[in-house]
């Protein structure tokens, strides 16, 4: 059972402006049932350009990848 994180800092990879993302507790929820990675998009609330997120469960802790939407 993963810890439900609310939310996680992130950096944009376009304006380097860090802020916060609120995690959807559904996408969470494909991680406890065994998904390793669920990958969405999501504007940056500052510049407005996509960034792809991806979340990864590692040894039952939640990491947040950012990636620049291409
Ligand atoms: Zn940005």
Redesign the pocket.
Known sequence: MLMALQSQMVQ?P????SFELVLDPAMIEQLDEGETSVSFVED?F????P?LFELVSEQDTLHVRVNEEE
């Open positions: 944009c376009h304006c380097w402006e940056c500052i510049c407005c350009h960034i």
